[in-house]
């Protein structure tokens, strides 16, 4: 018997193509189109599984989903499904548990950059025909010897952690658990409560998931307690910053500059102050994909929707409820 996965995100054909051929013997695709409420229900009516990365699942796409066994997350952090619903009607919930450290990562690394040389702002300036090298829209810095802060140090923040080592700087974290002293010392990293880690960084990088304790935790205090010559990188969720406060403060020059690629609505709306700014470097919440990186992200997907249809329990690692 032939059992449905759904894709919701509205993916290319291409992508949907190399999907398939990965698939599990006994298992067939479909995906959305558009991101349309009435059209996600429509598709998820016979699924036996679930998959989203971006697009919301609540209680009432869930309800239309009488069939589904298991809502595997693409990616990590699952702030955009309702675990209650889930748990209500019987569905496990699964994530791809430390599949998008590394891109996200290098991604963060790349947004520094860009951010502190004004990489984004002169290639826009180029694309409007402008030469504008000693109009630059804010200082420009290196990267190398500053101190970068750290909020959220699970995989993804410490493989940032990782790769800003050979730039010589110090490298502060922050968690709910303090790590051992000799993973401090392996990582080259110190643990300093949230107060002072944006009190002394050059650079805040934000890692840490989306929860009650994390929402709206970067407001307009907390921006005006960093450095006036310091960025904000956010790579976490946009509902851990305050949108309406990080433009204040990059308006009243607070901060030097911000980098995001998430937002608290999503697709953002393009009349966003944020995309106007020529000291913000904004991205489409791409920080996690990497061709090289999907084939094996899809296949630890579908090995745990493989385990469900056999009666058997999803990786450890990847579980959620």
């Given at each position: 018997m032939t059992s449905k996965i759904v894709?919701?995100?509205?993916?290319?054909?291409?992508?949907?193509?190399r999907m398939r051929g990965l698939l599990p013997e006994g298992m067939q695709l479909e995906h959305a189109k558009n991101r349309d409420a009435d059209h996600l229900k429509a598709i998820v009516v016979d699924a036996d599984f679930i998959v989203s990365g971006q697009i919301a699942v609540d209680a009432a796409l869930l309800a239309a989903a009488p069939r589904a066994r298991l809502l595997h997350k693409w990616g990590v952090g699952v702030d955009n499904f309702d675990l209650d619903a889930a748990r209500a009607q019987g569905v496990i919930v699964a994530r791809t548990t430390g599949s998008n450290a590394v891109p996200v990562a290098e991604f963060t690394l790349g947004l520094m950059i860009g951010?502190?040389?004004?990489?984004?702002?002169?290639?826009?300036t180029l694309q409007n025909h402008q030469w504008r090298t000693t109009q630059l829209p804010k200082p420009s810095y290196m990267l190398s010897g500053k101190?970068?802060?750290?909020?959220?140090?699970?995989?993804?923040?410490?493989?940032?952690?990782?790769?800003?080592?050979p730039f010589g700087g110090r490298i502060l974290?922050?968690?709910?658990?303090?790590?051992?002293?000799?993973?401090?010392?392996?990582?080259?990293?110190?643990?300093?409560?949230?107060?002072?880690?944006?009190?002394?960084?050059?650079?805040?990088?934000l890692h840490c998931p989306m929860t009650p304790q994390t929402a709206g935790m970067i407001d307009r205090r907390a921006l005006q307690s960093m450095k006036r010559s310091a960025v904000l990188i956010n790579v976490a969720r946009g509902g851990v910053v305050v949108e309406s406060d990080l433009v204040d403060a990059l308006r009243a020059k607070e901060i030097l500059g911000a980098a995001t690629d998430v937002y608290?609505?999503?697709?953002?709306?393009?009349?966003?102050?944020?995309?106007?700014?020529?000291?913000?470097?904004?991205?489409?919440?791409?920080?996690?994909?990497?061709?090289?990186?999907?084939?094996?992200?899809?296949?630890?997907?579908?090995g745990n929707i493989a385990r469900v249809a056999r009666g058997e329990p999803v990786a450890e690692n990847d579980f959620v409820c």
């Open positions: 894709v919701l995100d509205p993916i290319t054909a291409e992508t949907a193509t951010l502190l040389r004004n990489l984004a702002w002169g290639h826009h101190t970068i802060g750290i909020v959220g140090f699970g995989a993804i923040g410490q493989n940032v952690a990782r790769l800003l080592r974290y922050n968690k709910n658990r303090r790590l051992p002293e000799a993973e401090e010392q392996a990582l080259g990293v110190e643990f300093a409560e949230l107060a002072t880690l944006l009190a002394e960084a050059d650079v805040v990088s608290e609505t999503e697709p953002v709306p393009f009349d966003h102050p944020l995309l106007t700014m020529e000291n913000v470097v904004a991205t489409p919440h791409i920080a996690a994909m990497a061709a090289d990186n999907f084939e094996s992200t899809v296949l630890q997907m579908w």
